[in-house]
């Protein structure tokens, strides 16, 4: 079991360094941007397999070891249904309540938070309930708020929240599988996404496919946006991937190139097909 164990996180490291360098250092260079204080929107694409998952986790890796800190969202394959889905593990993080308590001692907590960030907010935190999965009830400041009024205040709510976190200390938030973001959280990364210009904060976005951005993200034409979309490994990175998979699989018997070819072939450069193939 543990050779299986260090034997995945081997080939992990083996699928970045068959990666063409750009996408790294091209990653390394914006976070250095956003820790200076010109904040930075990664996007991250490619087809399904093809390594995404494994070069943010690079990325946020990364950022850590420079001095961000990192927070993350996935979207769920039915995110769509489900309002925030991808921002309440995020907003959870940054009001230091990722351990789940009792709903009395969550709201107090949450009071206290923005009592910190700026006594001002604590009468609109009933705005933040969909974003922590809690009931809070209404305040007079909240109750007779309109529902496009409700967004755009819980929106401004937010963007305080980050700006005074990120003054703190440097933010790197990811996330994952993009393409099945619901819309209050696609609305909410577009103010967000428009309004880091000249914070330390880097947003990377996961999404498969290259073309998903042009309906993702209609309004963010920022100079801090930047892609980087992952290819089909080349075939002699393919053989040389399936050759240490292999050899991790049976490291006693000798390896047939015949069969690491066909192998590549099969695999079409996409680390999780080539990966399977030979399992």
Not at 106 to 122: G, H, K, M, S, T
Not at 154 to 183: F, H
Request: a positive charge; one cysteine or more.
């Amino acid at each position: 079991l543990l050779r299986q164990v260090l034997g995945s996180v081997a080939i992990s490291r083996l699928q970045i360094r068959l990666r063409k360098q750009e996408p790294r250092r091209g990653s390394h260079q914006l976070l250095k941007r956003a820790i200076r204080g010109r904040g930075q929107i990664i996007q991250l694409s490619g087809e399904a397999g093809i390594g995404k998952s494994r070069l943010s986790a690079e990325v946020m890796e990364s950022a850590q070891d420079m001095g961000f800190r990192t927070l993350g969202g996935t979207s769920p394959s039915y995110g769509k249904t489900l309002a925030y889905a991808t921002w309440k593990p995020i907003m959870r993080g940054l009001l230091d309540m990722s351990i789940r308590r009792s709903k009395d001692q969550e709201i107090q907590n949450a009071r206290q938070r923005l009592r910190d960030i700026d006594p001002a907010l604590v009468p609109r935190l009933p705005l933040l309930s969909p974003m922590l999965g809690i009931i809070i009830p209404d305040t007079e400041t909240t109750s007779g708020l309109e529902p496009d009024l409700r967004v755009q205040s819980l929106k401004s709510l937010i963007l305080d929240v980050l700006l005074y976190q990120s003054a703190r200390i440097p933010l790197a938030i990811v996330l994952e599988d993009c393409q099945w973001l619901d819309e209050p959280s696609k609305d909410l990364l577009q103010f967000v996404g428009n309004n880091l210009a000249d914070v330390p904060i880097a947003l990377l976005i996961v999404y498969r496919t290259a073309d998903y951005a042009e309906t993702l993200f209609p309004e963010i034409r920022l100079q801090n946006s930047s892609s980087i979309h992952l290819t089909p490994l080349g075939g002699q990175e393919s053989e040389q991937l399936a050759t240490f998979k292999l050899r991790a699989l049976r490291p006693t018997e000798s390896i047939d190139v015949n069969d690491i070819a066909d192998i590549a072939r099969k695999g079409q450069g996409n680390p999780f097909y080539l990966e399977e193939l030979v399992n």
